[in-house]
T-cell receptor, first 116, second 115 residues
């Protein structure tokens, strides 16, 4: 069990550029979540996958954001035409779903995005 | 709409003190409640999870309680140590027909334990 991993850990980009982040969940975890956290705040939910199906998207996820989980394993989060307001920590979490007794969510280390 | 609030926002205590962190939520229809720890610039580490049917959970020096009817949870830390310094986050999972598994977080309490 290697835990949830995220890459890259840090990303600095210029306004208007596209960025893509990757999340590798704990193996056999069928649920995968993306959250966004700004300084001094708790994480906010962005989107959720059950296997490869994206089952819920927050209103925070504008049309510039897209997430995929093509084979029900790793996931990518892409932000197009980045804006300074997109600067935040992007966190990925995975869980066993309700097959697991408690469905604890395990978080990765996050990707820190800075948009200049 | 479920809202989660944590008070205080920051707390500083001398080493060895017992302390309580508070979390309140507006809708009692929760599936579970989870406490996390976050070190600066890092991801979240799960500490304790309490199912909606449970009243408390314990792990080492940590004890979390849940009172659904009043919309409150507390995290009790016994004999605090400098290594406990971190931000503690409370999160609820919504229950009922909206039970997708997503967590609603509070803003966190930043704890500093002074040697």
């Amino acid at each position: 069990d290697t835990g949830v991993s995220q890459n890259p850990r840090h990303k600095i980009t210029k306004r208007g550029q596209n960025v893509t982040f990757r999340c590798d969940p704990i193996s056999e975890h069928n649920r995968l979540y993306w959250y966004r956290q700004t300084l001094g705040q708790g994480p906010e939910f962005l989107t959720y996958f059950q296997n490869e199906a994206q089952l819920e998207k927050s209103r925070l996820l504008s049309d510039r954001f897209s997430a995929e989980r093509p084979k029900g394993s790793f996931s990518t989060l892409e932000i197009q035409r980045t804006e300074q307001g997109d600067s935040a920590m992007y966190l990925c979490a995975s869980s066993l779903g309700d097959r697991g007794l408690q469905d604890t969510q395990y978080f990765g280390p996050g990707t820190r995005l800075t948009v200049l | 709409k479920q809202e989660v609030t944590q008070i205080p926002a920051a707390l500083s205590v001398p080493e060895g003190e017992n302390l309580v962190l508070n979390c309140s939520f507006t809708d009692s229809a929760i599936y579970n409640l989870q406490w996390f720890r976050q070190d600066p610039g890092k991801g979240l580490t799960s500490l304790l999870l309490i199912q909606s049917s449970q009243r408390e959970q314990t792990s080492g020096r940590l004890n979390a309680s849940l009172d659904k009817s009043s919309g409150r949870s507390t995290l009790y830390i016994a004999a605090s140590q400098p290594g406990d310094s971190a931000t503690y986050l409370c999160a609820v999972r919504i229950g009922g027909s909206s039970n997708t598994g997503k967590l609603i977080f509070g803003q966190g309490t930043t704890l500093q334990v002074k040697p």
